[in-house]
C-alpha cells in the first residue's frame, strides 16, 4: 500500500528540497550572462493540482534553462484563495466527501503549500491591482486555462489578457480557453486586449479557433510544457509500490467506465490505485500524493485510466498505455490534446466495447505518437526561439 513518508523523514527531504532549488535559483542569478532577460511567467501556479504545479514549474524551468533570469509571477487573491482552499477539501464534487477524507485532503493541500514555496516566484503582489509587480523584459502568459472566461475563479480576469502587466513585450505560450466553447465567441473588449500580444501560441484546437475568429489569424499549436520540458521530481526512499499496478487519476468517472477498467484490472491481476482523488471503485486510496509523488507514481504505472488531461500528459511522456473518457468541463482540452498527437483510439466514449479497453491497455503506446510528440517538441521549440529573439529585445 502507498503509504507518505514518516514525519521527520518527510521533513527532512521537503527542507533539503528547498534548500537545493533555493541553491539552484542563487546560483543562476550569479551566473547571468549580458543577453539573459528577465522574464515574468503568468499561470495558475498556486492551484491544489498535480498538473497545474508541474506545468507552471515546467515552463520556468525550461525558460531558465534557455540561460534567461525567469520566474513564476507570484499573483495573491483571498477571493481566489478561498475557493481554491474550498474546492482542494471537497474536490470530488458533486460527490461527497466522507467525512474520514477530510483530514487526507487537507495533508495533500499542506504538502501542496510547503512545495509551492520552493518554487521560484516573483515577490507577492495582488492579482486585482498589480501596480507593485515588478518590471520585465517580457513576460509569458501560460499555459492552463489562462484565457478561460468561464472559469469559477479565474474567469474574466484582466491580467491573465495582458493588463497592467509590466513588461515591453508580451507572449503566450500554450494558453487555453478551457471549456470556453469556440461557438461562443468572444467579446471584442477581450479581443482587443490579445491584441497586446506579440506572440500567441495555444494548446488545442478549440483555443486556435477562437483566436482566429477573433483576431483573424491562426495561433500556433504547442505542447504542453509537462510534454514540452522534463519532469524532475525530488527522489523518494523505498517504500513506493515495487509491484506492477494501474494509475487512476480524476474522479466521476461514468459507470461504464470504471466498470471496464475493473474488469480488465481483474483479468490481468493487476490493482487499481486512485491518486488524489477517491475513486470507490479502486483497490486502493492515495489522496495524500504531493507532486512528485504523483509524477513517480504515473511513470511506474502499468497502465493509466483518467478522465483528466494531465493524465493523459503524463501517460504520454512517460509511453505508458492508456485510456481516457471526456468529460464537459475538460472536452475541449482533452480532444484537442488527443487529436494533436494522433491517440484518437485511446478517447472512448461510453458504451466502448471490452475489447477495445483490453487493446487499448495491454499493448504499448503506439511508437507513432511518441515520434508525433517529438516533432511537437521541435516545433514549440522554434515558437520559443522566435518569442525569445533577442535582437528584438533589449535585457534591463
Known amino acids: 500500500m502507498f503509504r507518505p513518508l514518516a514525519g521527520s523523514v518527510w521533513l527532512w527531504v521537503s527542507a533539503a528540497s528547498v534548500f537545493s532549488n533555493y541553491l539552484f535559483r542563487n ?3 550569479h551566473s547571468k550572462n549580458q543577453s539573459a532577460l528577465k522574464i515574468g511567467v503568468l499561470t495558475f501556479h498556486r492551484c491544489i493540482n498535480y498538473g497545474s504545479y508541474w506545468q507552471a514549474r515546467g515552463l520556468v524551468e525550461g525558460l531558465q534553462a534557455r540561460g534567461h533570469r525567469a520566474e513564476l509571477l507570484d499573483h495573491d487573491s ?12 471537497q ?37 486585482d491591482n498589480p501596480a507593485t509587480m515588478e518590471e520585465y523584459d517580457l513576460i509569458v502568459v501560460g499555459s492552463d486555462e489562462v484565457w478561460n472566461l468561464a472559469h469559477p475563479w479565474f474567469g474574466r480576469c484582466p491580467l491573465f489578457y495582458g493588463e497592467g502587466l509590466r513588461a515591453p513585450r508580451l507572449v503566450s505560450y500554450a494558453a487555453s480557453f478551457g471549456n470556453h466553447d469556440a461557438a461562443w465567441g468572444i467579446e471584442q473588449v477581450w479581443a482587443e486586449k490579445l491584441r497586446n500580444f506579440d506572440l500567441i501560441s495555444v494548446r488545442d484546437a478549440n483555443s486556435q479557433t477562437i483566436v482566429e475568429n477573433a483576431l483573424g489569424f491562426t495561433p500556433e499549436m504547442v505542447l504542453d510544457p509537462c510534454l514540452q520540458f522534463p519532469v524532475r521530481p525530488d527522489a523518494r526512499p523505498e517504500g513506493l509500490r515495487s509491484e506492477p499496478y494501474v494509475a487512476v487519476y480524476g474522479h466521476n468517472f461514468t459507470e461504464s467506465f470504471a466498470r471496464e477498467i475493473r474488469q480488465w484490472a481483474d483479468s490481468k491481476q493487476l490493482p487499481l490505485i486512485s491518486i488524489g482523488y477517491r475513486n470507490d471503485w479502486a483497490d486502493e486510496q492515495w489522496l495524500t500524493a504531493d507532486p512528485h509523488d504523483f509524477a513517480h507514481f504515473m511513470a ?34 482533452l480532444e484537442g490534446l488527443i487529436a494533436k498527437i494522433g491517440g484518437e483510439k485511446y478517447l472512448l466514449p461510453e458504451g466502448t466495447p471490452a475489447a477495445t479497453f483490453d487493446a487499448c491497455l495491454s499493448a504499448p503506446l ?12 521541435q516545433t514549440s521549440n522554434a515558437y520559443l526561439d522566435r518569442a525569445l ?8
Open 300 to 333: 511506474n504505472a502499468q497502465a493509466v485510466a483518467t478522465n483528466f488531461f494531465h493524465g493523459c500528459v503524463f501517460a504520454l511522456r512517460n509511453a505508458r498505455p492508456f485510456v481516457c473518457e471526456t468529460t464537459p468541463y475538460r472536452r475541449f482540452k
Open 78 to 89: 483571498r477571493r481566489v484563495n478561498l475557493v481554491e482552499w474550498k474546492c482542494a477539501l
Open 91 to 127: 474536490p470530488v464534487l458533486p460527490t461527497a466527501v466522507p467525512p474520514a477524507d477530510h483530514k487526507l485532503y487537507k495533508e495533500k493541500t499542506r504538502k501542496f503549500f510547503r512545495l509551492f514555496e520552493s518554487l521560484p516566484l516573483s515577490p507577492r503582489f495582488d492579482l
Open 366 to 377: 503506439d511508437p507513432a505518437i511518441s515520434e508525433k510528440i517529438e516533432r511537437l517538441r
Open 27 to 29: 546560483n543562476l542569478e
Open 389 to 396: 529573439t533577442l535582437s528584438q529585445l533589449q535585457p534591463a
